[in-house]
């Protein structure tokens, strides 16, 4: 709780000085981030390679001098029945410095099984029948990456919102997208490994959707922007 409290301080001082302002950004210490210069693999849906999301990326390589190699394939999630699931994506990848499992929205809106937070760990034996869940897949995501280089760093973003129904904005409706978000949420907290939580925090709602949604799931090249702002925050400060 300790480090959620901090990470959000360090957001609301960055936004409320204009930290990405043109007159401001060049006396950021964006240089002494952990991050800077690092190599970047990226395995997501749709939302994590469309090329409007290059708005948000291009942040991360102008700030903070990544290089991104993007594995990402639109349809996919972490459920192994659900496009070319993330688990393959992760399977192909090399050594890189940084890992981003970017959650898409595929894994809810086609119904795939939430599972718990056990699903394929040592707490059922690695069990094969499991990966079937979002938990299952993300559990083999970070399991394999870690196979793949020891000395990984991984950050997780959570889903965004998608406006194809309630389910998929509202977080408190009954068996909605928050569900799988806090499942992402609950793995990344046994595991250790830092969260962005774009649901809550992208700022999207069914006030502005028209000016960050060029559908009821992706966002624009503005609405991208926004992203980027929130995830070189998150990138730059760990």
């Given at each position: 709780?300790?480090?959620?409290?901090?990470?959000?301080?360090?957001?609301?001082?960055?936004f409320s000085s204009s930290v990405f302002s043109q007159n401001k950004i060049e006396t950021l210490?964006?240089?002494?981030?952990?991050?800077?210069?690092?190599?970047?693999?990226?395995?997501?849906?749709?939302?994590?390679?469309?090329?409007?999301?290059?708005?948000?990326?291009?942040?991360?390589?102008?700030?903070?001098?990544?290089?991104?190699?993007?594995?990402?394939?639109?349809?996919?999630?972490?459920?192994?029945?659900?496009?070319?699931?993330?688990?393959?994506?992760?399977?192909?990848?090399?050594?890189?410095?940084?890992?981003?499992?970017?959650?898409?929205?595929?894994?809810?809106?086609?119904?795939r099984e939430v599972g718990s937070y056990t699903d394929y760990t040592e707490f059922d034996g690695?069990?094969?029948?499991?990966?079937?869940?979002?938990?299952?897949?993300?559990?083999?995501?970070?399991?394999?990456?870690?196979?793949?280089?020891?000395?990984?760093?991984?950050?997780?973003?959570?889903?965004?919102?998608?406006?194809?129904?309630?389910?998929?904005?509202?977080?408190?409706?009954?068996?909605?997208?928050?569900?799988?978000?806090?499942?992402?949420?609950?793995?990344?907290?046994?595991?250790?490994?830092?969260?962005?939580?774009?649901?809550?925090?992208?700022?999207?709602?069914?006030?502005?959707?028209?000016?960050?949604?060029h559908d009821a799931i992706h966002m624009n090249t503005m609405g991208y922007k926004k992203l980027?702002?929130?995830?070189?925050?998150?990138?730059?400060?760990?």
């Amino acid at each position: 709780m300790r480090g959620t409290i901090n990470y959000l301080v360090i957001l609301l001082s960055l936004f409320s000085s204009s930290v990405f302002s043109q007159n401001k950004i060049e006396t950021l210490p964006f240089k002494e981030s952990i991050n800077y210069c690092k190599s970047v693999a990226v395995f997501g849906g749709s939302v994590s390679v469309i090329p409007a999301s290059n708005s948000a990326k291009n942040m991360w390589k102008e700030y903070l001098g990544m290089t991104i190699t993007d594995y990402g394939v639109p349809g996919a999630g972490f459920s192994s029945l659900q496009g070319k699931s993330l688990q393959q994506q992760v399977n192909e990848a090399g050594i890189f410095d940084i890992y981003i499992l970017w959650a898409s929205t595929n894994d809810y809106t086609n119904h795939r099984e939430v599972g718990s937070y056990t699903d394929y760990t040592e707490f059922d034996g690695y069990d094969k029948n499991k990966l079937t869940t979002q938990a299952g897949g993300i559990n083999y995501c970070i399991k394999k990456i870690y196979e793949i280089n020891p000395h990984a760093v991984i950050y997780f973003f959570t889903s965004s919102k998608a406006f194809t129904d309630r389910g998929g904005y509202d977080p408190f409706y009954e068996n909605g997208m928050n569900q799988y978000v806090q499942m992402q949420k609950k793995i990344c907290e046994l595991h250790g490994i830092p969260v962005l939580d774009q649901f809550s925090l992208g700022g999207y709602n069914i006030y502005n959707k028209q000016l960050y949604y060029h559908d009821a799931i992706h966002m624009n090249t503005m609405g991208y922007k926004k992203l980027g702002e929130l995830q070189v925050s998150f990138l730059a400060f760990l």
